[in-house]
């Protein structure tokens, strides 16, 4: 076996004075820009009735669903220690720079900020949730590009070609090494033991994969609900397929037994019934005409 590619990679992008501009972050505001961009490109191609001021106010309303959406639903499901922190600790939830942030909960928080704007501007809320589905992948997969660079989420070890080593995991070679003796020659040839990159295995899913399908089916006439319900389902059959040889939060682990059902699998599911719910009403559903493309 080849020398793995270890990644050891610098968290920190750049220093301002004393302040740490860490390349998870910045991955953040490019998937915020990146979909503010092509977002603006689609409300002139008419795929959204609205004016540019009313578009910036959703994606407002939909980064601060993003932020304490998943920030919250860390808390209630992945913290550890559980729910306590909200009568010994409640302030652990702000803090963000901690790290914990989850899909799910930016998921439904993105759906409350379009269903208060769809109200506002009298769209419905499909029509809104179709337009920004498709704009959602590129930051999806700019986040699993963050934790790759950060060294974490990492998979479970494999002796295919691509395995990476990850520092980090260090405790967990160790520990996986005791109850498979065989691999000890390879974690003391190279320091560790090779392992799935599943970061890059959701970047290249969630991210590349969903945003060039989503994209190429939005550039045409479709009924409503459709883009909905192709974005649940390839999200929710992609991270349960990649929780298979990812390695659950320590803090959990599996759910039922020792290598069985993770709690990013568990709360998958239910995308999977909506994707196809939403793909029925779809077949249903009229084509809509689009909008007449839009001014400046």
């Known amino acids: 076996m080849t020398q793995p590619y270890i990644v050891d990679i610098n968290a920190v992008a750049f220093h301002l004075g004393p302040i740490q501009v860490h390349w998870y972050g910045l991955m953040y505001l490019l998937g915020f820009f990146s979909a503010a961009l092509l977002g603006e490109y689609r409300r002139r191609q008419g795929r959204l009735p609205v004016s540019r001021d009313a578009l910036g106010d959703l994606f407002f309303y939909g980064m601060m669903g993003v932020i304490l959406g998943g920030r919250l639903w860390y808390m209630l499901f992945y913290f550890e220690g559980g729910i306590r922190w909200i009568w010994t600790e409640p302030l652990a939830l702000f803090k963000v720079w901690d790290g914990g942030m989850s899909f799910h909960g930016g998921l439904l928080g993105v759906l409350a900020a379009g269903w208060w704007w769809s109200r506002r501007h009298r769209l419905h809320v499909f029509d809104t949730i179709d337009f920004v589905a498709p704009l959602v992948p590129i930051g999806l997969g700019l986040g699993r590009l963050g934790n790759f660079i950060n060294g974490e989420l990492w998979g479970k070890p494999t002796s295919l070609p691509w395995g990476m080593i990850f520092p980090a995991a260090h405790a967990d070679d160790v520990a996986y090494v005791g109850s498979h003796p065989a691999l000890l020659q390879q974690w003391q040839q190279f320091g560790g033991l090779a ?3 599943s970061e890059l295995y959701e970047l290249a899913l969630e991210g590349l994969l969903m945003f060039v399908v989503l994209w190429l089916v939005s550039m045409k006439p479709r009924p409503r609900y459709l883009l909905s319900g192709l974005f649940a ?27 069985w059902v993770t709690m990013g699998q568990l709360q998958s599911l239910p995308l999977i019934v909506v994707g196809v719910w939403l793909l029925v009403l779809a077949r249903r559903a009229p084509t809509l005409p689009l909008a007449p493309p839009a001014g400046p």
């Open 233 to 259: 389902l390839m999200y929710g059959c992609f991270r349960i397929a990649v929780e298979f040889v990812r390695l659950p939060d320590p803090q959990l682990g599996y759910l039922l037994g020792t290598t």
């Open 195 to 197: 392992r799935h990159p």
